[in-house]
């Protein structure tokens, strides 16, 4: 069949730039998302207060803009943005919360209110879309992680470093408590 390449051992999709996925394409364009909604909320916080109805409460549509801003960037950085999506849907959760118990029940801010609940629940359900089709495609796992459960660290392995410093002796120079000076075998 032809000789064997070590960049087909990882699924397509683990590697940046070049996924056929849908569900990555919909990830990367949420990533860009949130940077723009992000920015928005920083740059221009009293007006994005206003259109959820949410007046005063600018330094908190400010501190949700940073974290839109950090999650699209680690989206369109990362190799497996699951996590990151995922993080979308639970700061969604934030948001949808944040909306419901600040904004007014009653009035001319109810209209806001309602129309920013509803674009809420429609990107909500995107995220949670895109997040389990992310979860399902890489079987619930990381990918391209190294695994070195069975290194020890030492490079002949445990077996050569065990008594490799018994003859050590310590310079004259060091002093220190007794209790962390080197224990003498009595010949």
């Not at 969604?92 to 629940?121: K, M, N, Q, S």
């Not at 004259?172 to 009595?186: C, F, N, Q, T």
Request: net charge positive.
């Amino acid at each position: 069949m032809g000789q064997h390449n070590p960049r087909n051992v990882l699924p397509r999709t683990a590697l940046r730039g070049r996924s056929q996925s849908v569900a990555d394409r919909v990830a990367q364009g949420l990533g860009l998302f949130s940077i723009g909604l992000g920015l928005a909320e920083l740059l221009a916080p009293r007006a994005v207060s206003r259109a959820a109805g949410l007046d005063g409460h600018e330094g908190v549509v400010r501190a949700y803009g940073a974290r839109e801003v950090a999650t699209g960037l680690a989206i369109l950085s990362s190799h497996d943005a699951t996590p990151w999506i995922w993080g979308r849907v639970a700061g969604d959760a934030a948001d949808i919360a944040t909306v419901l118990f600040g904004a007014p029940e009653h009035g001319p801010g109810r209209a806001r209110r309602d129309a920013t609940l509803a674009v809420l629940a429609g990107v909500t359900a995107l995220d949670l879309l895109c997040a389990t089709a992310l979860t399902a495609e890489k079987g619930g796992r990381r990918t391209a992680r190294a695994d070195y459960r069975e290194r020890s660290g030492f490079p002949g392995g445990t077996r050569a470093a065990r008594g490799a410093a018994q003859d050590f002796e310590t310079p004259r120079d060091i002093r220190g408590p007794e209790a962390l000076r080197p224990w003498r075998r009595e010949a």
